[in-house]
């Protein structure tokens, strides 16, 4: 099977070490090819648990996925990238990362035999990094990967990652889950994607977009960056949970485009409460008296304790359905009433939930 050159792929490593290298920062970089970005990570507390359910080998986990990987290459104004990604269903679907997609002028996919489709986008959400596109191939070209529920994974459970780093489709790597609930920042638009898996699975620039396989080898993960000082993999890389991915790709399918709960509220930037800052007028937040200053204690009884349990718990609630929501405000409880409205996410400074 042919190979591209490696020269703009070693380019792109050099550009993240430079970058990473400076000031003491920590590197957070994209893993498409020709597309490297240098981001920053919140780290928030995870699980301590390893689950202990027997696991397949990563031969059989990867004879069970392979053939439903994919390598993505997308060409722009400025030049072309590569990224993977992998069939969601039997239509012809494929998820991948908004970053792998973004700004594309043409979209190829080439499966696990070497034949290459024409794909078209069908829908994206730079605010959780996914994308779904689209190709028209035969059936007996399309093998579905099944989609787990990350919201099961403990620490220590075995993963394995399938793509095509450095444009060398079908690389697999295995690791551990290292951590759960981590926070890291979408690369397009600068919004914040939370429940994120941590792995030490090596995955590298090409990796963008692909599975990060459980011990059943279903989809629990789309491998979307990676800890870097030196530009490769460090040990440290991170996922969009598939539980986010059952919610976007779904609606990305339906109707082009993802909507989220949306309130109407600014949160106060801190790790110990989630402090009311700002109510905006005519939103579902002002309709149901919440007040600057509250502090959001409770949803739908849940406990709140932070920024990122209130955009988890509403990142799972569908437009229109009612939440409760439980504040101190004066000292005192107060269940509120709240129908979040779907929206695209936009970003803005000082954004919204």
């Known amino acids: ?60 986990i990867y004879r069970r996925a392979y053939r439903g990987v994919v390598e993505i290459t997308v060409r722009t ?35 696990w035999n070497g034949k290459t489709y024409d794909a078209t986008l069908v829908g994206s959400d730079s605010s959780t990094d996914l994308a779904v596109i689209k190709v028209d191939a035969p059936s007996s070209q399309l093998y579905p990967v099944s989609l787990g529920r990350s919201a099961d994974l403990q620490v220590g459970d075995s993963v394995v990652a399938i793509g095509s780093p450095f444009g060398l489709q079908e690389t697999v790597t295995s690791g551990i889950v290292s951590a759960l609930h981590r926070s890291i920042d979408s690369l397009n638009q600068n919004f914040r994607i939370i429940d994120a898996i941590q792995t030490d699975a090596a995955i590298n620039h090409g ?41 976007i790709a779904g609606q990305l399918i339906s109707t082009g485009q993802a909507k989220h709960a949306y309130l109407g509220i600014a949160l106060a930037n801190s790790s110990t409460q989630a402090r009311v800052a700002q109510v905006n007028p005519g939103t579902p937040a002002a309709s149901a008296g919440l007040k600057a200053g509250d502090v959001i204690v409770k949803l739908n009884g849940h406990a709140v304790d932070d920024v990122s349990d209130v955009r988890r718990t509403l990142g799972e609630t569908p437009s229109g359905a009612e939440v409760t929501v439980t504040v101190q405000r004066d000292g005192h409880p107060l269940d509120l009433k709240v129908s979040p409205r779907g929206e695209k996410r936009v970003h803005v400074p000082g954004a919204t939930t």
């Not at 039997?90 to 700004?103: A, E, K, L, M, R």
């Not at 011990?215 to 890389?237: H, K, L, M, T, Y």
């Open 1 to 60: 099977m042919p190979r591209r050159p490696s020269t703009p792929l070693l380019a792109s490593l050099v550009a993240v070490a430079c970058l990473g290298a400076g000031g003491g920062a920590v590197a957070y970089a994209t893993l498409s090819s020709g597309n490297t970005v240098v981001k920053q990570v919140t780290v928030h507390q995870s699980e301590p648990v390893a689950s202990t359910a027997s696991n397949l080998s990563v031969n059989a």
């Open 77 to 111: 104004g400025s030049g072309s990238a590569e990224g993977s990604g992998f069939v969601y269903d039997s239509d012809g679907h494929i998820v991948t990362n908004d970053h792998v997609v973004n700004g594309a002028q043409t979209i190829s996919v080439q499966f």
């Open 207 to 247: 990796n963008s977009g692909g599975p990060l396989l459980d011990a059943n080898g279903s989809v629990i993960g789309v491998n979307a960056q990676i800890r870097s000082d030196s530009g490769g993999s460090d040990g440290i890389g991170f996922a969009i949970p598939s539980d986010t991915v059952r919610t």
